[in-house]
Nanobody, 125 residues
Framework: QVQLVESGGGLVQAGASLRLSCAAS????????VAWFRQPPGKEREFVAA????????TYADSVKGRFTIARDNAKNTVYLQMNSLNPEDTAVYYC??????????????????WGQGTQVTVSS
């Protein structure tokens, strides 16, 4: 029943930063496990980062560890993905996803019931 809308994508140069937002309506997002996935052109959708409900434990793909940070702003009912030191390999459509129940495998696409429409991130070399 929650609706998710991503924003904050754009075209940037390598080394730049972007902050993506996943804004929710209809439900309180703090009670959901929320994840970011991305789909590079011509490739499968892949896991980026997740933040678990209740515990707040975060998980990152190896490719973004140390560069990306997932965080909540409960007052705004929003989850952010801060992306630093972007490189062309980060170019993709970025999606946020959520589930109101405990997610056993946060990296699995099938674990999430709700998805946003995606926001494009393009990084030039």
């Amino acid at each position: 029943q929650v609706q998710l809308v991503e924003s904050g994508g754009g075209l940037v140069q390598a080394g730049a930063s972007l902050r993506l937002s996943c804004a929710a309506s209809g439900r309180t997002l703090s009670t959901y496990t929320v994840a970011w996935f991305r789909q590079p052109p011509g490739k499968e959708r892949e896991f980026v980062a997740a933040i678990r409900r209740v515990s707040g434990i975060t998980t990152y793909a190896d490719s973004v560890k140390g560069r990306f940070t997932i965080a909540r702003d409960n007052a705004k009912n929003t989850v952010y993905l801060q992306m630093n030191s972007l490189n062309p390999e980060d170019t993709a459509v970025y999606y946020c996803a959520a589930n109101s129940f405990t997610v056993l495998v946060v990296k699995s696409i099938d674990a999430y019931d709700y998805w946003g429409q995606g926001t494009q991130v393009t990084v030039s070399s």
